[in-house]
Nanobody
Framework: QVQLVESGGGSVQAGGSLRLSCAAS?????MGWFRQAPGKEREWVAH??????YYADSVKERFTISQDNAKNTLDLQMNSLKPEDTAMYYC????????????????????WGQGTQVTVSS
């Protein structure tokens, strides 16, 4: 069982930046971020597999995902934040050695963190 712990959430004004981090307690291969706003379904944000990065259209050009395999950590640099980015952000990990191409499903990831809140005010 791999434990995932997120950090770095907070409140920021529109146009600002935040950096989320996720620390994994064990081996993972693909790692990603999902988010869920109140009253909405959980949605995929971005993920990375063996250096290959994939982004949802809504965050492309604004968010950057990065992974440090040596430290088992995952980061999400979020720039030009918008009020619609407000959500609980969840780190997810898949230990299977396979590349998830394009938009993944929540079920593609075996492990999940508890989430970190991001609030963007206008």
């Amino acid at each position: 069982q791999v434990q995932l712990v997120e950090s770095g959430g907070g409140s920021v004004q529109a146009g600002g930046s935040l950096r989320l981090s996720c620390a994994a307690s064990g081996y993972t291969y693909c790692m990603g971020w999902f988010r869920q706003a109140p009253g909405k379904e959980r949605e995929w944000v971005a993920h990375i597999c063996d250096g290959l990065r994939y982004y949802a259209d809504s965050v492309k050009e604004r968010f950057t995902i990065s992974q440090d395999n040596a430290k088992n950590t995952l980061d999400l640099q979020m720039n030009s934040l918008k009020p619609e980015d407000t959500a609980m952000y969840y780190c997810a990990a898949d230990p299977r050695r396979r590349v998830l191409v394009g938009k993944p499903r929540s079920g593609d990831f075996d492990y999940w963190g508890q989430g970190t809140q991001v609030t963007v005010s206008s």
